[in-house]
């Protein structure tokens, strides 16, 4: 089989069956394209079954030759991983050149968020607006600090999904896979303000276009990072900040490490466990603050 006919099933897979969100899906398929382009003019290989660990090896080397960063090479080994399995699962190939590849250490980085006190100030000092678009947008930032749910959760969210009487709503999050997620009064009387404001616009989704369509990835983006800006200075401004800031925070006040797992959606608890390091300096700036000897 040709690479650019796998990687079209392979890619096809993942939007359809996995329901990976679009930013995931780029990120995958432009890794794909950057390799199968290596292999084509390196060794002018243009079929699945001629692929070997000597030349996945090379790939990688000119990579960090080219001083690609070693997080940015740790993920296109993912991606050559996860598509590597897909056609052994599909009998594409018979062989996995993935199994002889090591990939590079890189420092653990911690997970990025923004202070409490800033978030105070943003929700309840900064003026969104009373407009549909103004209310729109708070709405987005608080169920993004409220719940932890994902990007692609949250354009996804329908109406119906949302429970305004038990104070909590369903999304589908990776692997297909549903959780139920609690909120508090005062995210369910945002909910209905919003909703309220919106009666004019169809309602199958939450967040919508003015042509009824779910709201983009870049629309929620564009949001988050002009409000963020107002009262944070870190580089990364995104959805996924407001989800680590969630879980962080959360953390900090006391919640169970498993509960957290649970409210998140992640498959295994050493996902969730990066968080405790926030935790740790933390307690490290409280014992210093505190301490006489410190």
């Not at 690479?3 to 099933?9: C, P, T, V």
């Not at 794909?32 to 003019?41: A, W």
């Not at 297909?176 to 209905?192: A, C, Y």
Request: glycine share 4%; proline share 3%; with cysteine.
């Amino acid at each position: 089989m040709e690479l650019i006919l796998g990687k079209e099933k392979f890619v096809n897979y993942l939007q359809y069956e996995k329901r990976f969100s679009n930013h995931t899906l780029v990120a995958y398929t432009n890794d794909l394209i950057q390799f199968i382009s290596y292999l084509d003019k390196t060794y002018e290989i243009k079929n699945l079954e001629d692929v070997n660990h000597t030349v996945v090896r090379s790939w990688i080397v000119s990579l960090m030759e080219n001083e690609t960063s070693p997080r940015s090479v740790n993920r296109k080994i993912t991606s050559l991983k996860t598509f590597y399995k897909f056609l052994l699962r599909q009998n594409f190939v018979t062989e996995n050149p993935m199994l002889k590849i090591l990939s590079p250490k890189t420092s653990k980085r911690l997970p990025v968020f923004v202070e409490k006190e800033k978030m105070d100030l943003l929700l309840d000092t900064v003026d969104f607006g009373g407009d549909l678009e103004g209310v729109r947008n708070k709405l987005i930032i608080e169920l993004f600090y409220a719940t932890g749910m994902r990007l692609s959760e949250l354009i996804n969210l329908t109406q119906s999904n949302i429970d305004l009487h038990q104070c909590q709503l369903k999304v589908l999050g990776k692997r297909n896979k549903e959780r139920i997620i609690p909120f508090n009064k005062q995210l369910k009387e945002s909910i209905q303000s919003y909703i309220k404001t919106k009666t004019t616009m169809p309602n199958v989704f939450l967040f919508e276009s003015p042509k009824g369509k779910k709201l983009s990835e870049e629309t929620v983006y564009a949001v988050v990072r002009s409000y963020l800006s107002l009262v944070t200075t870190i580089d990364k401004k995104s959805p996924h900040v407001l989800r680590h800031t969630f879980a962080t925070h959360m953390l900090n006040n006391g919640a169970d490490l498993n509960a957290i797992k649970e409210l998140l959606g992640h498959a295994n608890l050493s996902a969730t466990q990066v968080y405790t390091h926030n935790t740790v300096e933390k307690l490290k700036s409280i014992h210093k603050q505190a301490h006489p000897k410190a």
